[in-house]
């Protein structure tokens, strides 16, 4: 895909260009809108919303990671997911199916590949992730989830938040130890290498 002339087509109004960008980025969108506000239909409706934004504001964007430009506007459209829901509370930790019982393992988690054991195992990991992701302030959580889960680096992150890289940094080691932290109540689910040591004696 030659992305640049792709985006200037878009920028010109081809709308057949800009659905081509849709499909090579809506998968990364889609994931951080659903890690950032964990709910499927309210990540459908964020990266919808974000593309059209995109769409509108496309003939505005100056070069640099088109990608993280992209990641901008389906952030921005969580925070503003999430300022309304702070309006009108709230969303249970769990998806509900069709009964409105809680889903204990989201179809979206499942490996086909792996053993029902191993299913069970991700399943139950993946929920802790998202259950200490929860716990995040805002700012912390959408810094994580574009480094750490999109694989964003710093310059990209800032670009993508429009925050100075020395905040991007400070949040995400902050982040980053809320995490582990978190994590550490779940450390029978985790590999050894993200394990704390035992303290001695104990």
């Known amino acids: 895909m030659d992305e640049p002339t792709l985006i200037r087509s878009a ?3 081809d709308l057949e260009a800009f659905n081509r960008l849709v499909l090579a980025h809506q998968e990364a969108l889609y994931n951080t809108a659903l890690r950032i506000l964990n709910d499927d239909d309210l990540a459908a409706d964020a990266t919808q919303e974000a593309f059209l934004s995109a769409f509108r504001a496309i003939s505005g964007y100056r070069g640099g990671s088109f990608r993280a430009w992209l990641l901008r506007t389906v952030t921005n459209a969580c925070y503003d997911e999430l300022r309304r829901r702070k309006r009108r509370p709230t969303t249970p930790l769990l998806p509900l199916d069709d009964d409105d019982e809680e889903v204990e393992a989201p ?4 490996d086909p590949s792996a053993s ?4 069970m ?3 139950e990991l993946e929920h802790a992730i998202q259950h200490c992701l929860d716990g995040l302030p805002t700012d912390f959580r959408a810094v994580v989830v574009l480094a750490d889960i999109q694989g964003l680096d710093y310059s990209e992150v800032a670009a993508a938040l429009r925050k100075p890289i020395g905040t991007v940094k400070s949040r995400l080691a902050r982040a980053r130890l809320r995490l582990r932290e978190c994590l550490q109540a779940f450390r029978e689910l985790l590999p050894s290498a993200f394990r704390l040591q035992e303290e001695i004696g104990s």
Not at 107 to 110: G, I
Not at 116 to 119: H, K, N, V
């Open 11 to 13: 920028q010109h109004g």
């Open 116 to 119: 029902p054991e191993e299913q």
């Open 107 to 110: 179809r979206w988690l499942a």
């Open 121 to 123: 195992e991700q399943a």
